[in-house]
T-cell receptor, first 116, second 112 residues
Framework: KAGVTQTPRYLIKTRGQQVTLSCSPISGHRSVSWYQQTPGQGLQFLFEYFSETQRNKGNFPGRFSGRQFSNSRSEMNVSTLELGDSALYLC???????????????FGAGSRLTVL | GEDVEQSLFLSVREGDSSVINCTYTDSSSTYLYWYKQEPGAGLQLLTYIFSNMDMKQDQRLTVLLNKKDKHLSLRIADTQTGDSAIYFCAGATSGGYNKLIFGAGTRLAVHP
């Protein structure tokens, strides 16, 4: 069973540009969550999508947005990039609705964004 | 909101047991997780515990939960050099079960 696939793995942008990151979840998983990881702030929740709808949102400015397609693949977009947006962006997929037990998140390897 | 705290660094000798500690503030946390991150990689789920449990054992891993003190620990028996990594504890509430709140991570260094 293929894992969570994130593309691109590495990218470099300059301030003011915008970027789109892609996440393909595990087959059958309907929920996709995005996290930002930086040395200063650690791992922070960005948002979660389930069945093409944003279900949860973290405390990030409106420059950060996302969407989910009917095949559960998700993209996140950051507009007007700032130096502080340099981070590892992690995507996680899950079934989304636990019947019993924990709703286990499986993470991808991440997309490392560097803003110059 | 939820806050999760961990000690930042732990050094152990190969073959010894490692104990990584975590405290959390939100008593409504339903599930508590331990993730492992190796350099250049994403997060790997190690184990999790439901809030109504006190202990969970999974091969070399033992999770202890003290709900009264809101304290969670991960014990790794017979620690190996391959266990060197950053370990994160995370909590999730029943309403936001995909919204994990992570601690800052504990860097485990295993030396011969």
């Amino acid at each position: 069973k293929a894992g969570v696939t994130q593309t691109p793995r590495y990218l470099i942008k300059t301030r003011g540009q915008q970027v789109t990151l892609s996440c393909s979840p595990i087959s059958g998983h309907r929920s996709v969550s995005w996290y930002q990881q930086t040395p200063g702030q650690g791992l922070q929740f960005l948002f979660e999508y389930f069945s093409e709808t944003q279900r949860n949102k973290g405390n990030f400015p409106g420059r950060f947005s996302g969407r989910q397609f009917s095949n559960s693949r998700s993209e996140m977009n950051v507009s007007t990039l700032e130096l502080g947006d340099s981070a590892l962006y992690l995507c996680a997929s899950s079934l989304g609705q636990p019947s019993s037990g924990a709703n286990v998140l499986t993470f991808g390897a991440g997309s490392r964004l560097t803003v110059l | 909101g939820e806050d999760v705290e961990q000690s930042l660094f732990l050094s152990v000798r190969e073959g010894d047991s490692s104990v990584i500690n975590c405290t959390y503030t939100d008593s409504s946390s339903t599930y508590l997780y331990w993730y492992k991150q190796e350099p250049g990689a994403g997060l790997q789920l190690l184990t999790y515990i439901f809030s109504n449990m006190d202990m969970k054992q999974d091969q070399r891993l033992t999770v202890l939960l003290n709900k009264k003190d809101k304290h969670l620990s991960l014990r790794i028996a017979d620690t190996q050099t391959g266990d060197s990594a950053i370990y994160f504890c995370a909590g999730a509430t029943s309403g936001g079960y995909n919204k994990l709140i992570f601690g800052a991570g504990t860097r485990l260094a295993v030396h011969p």
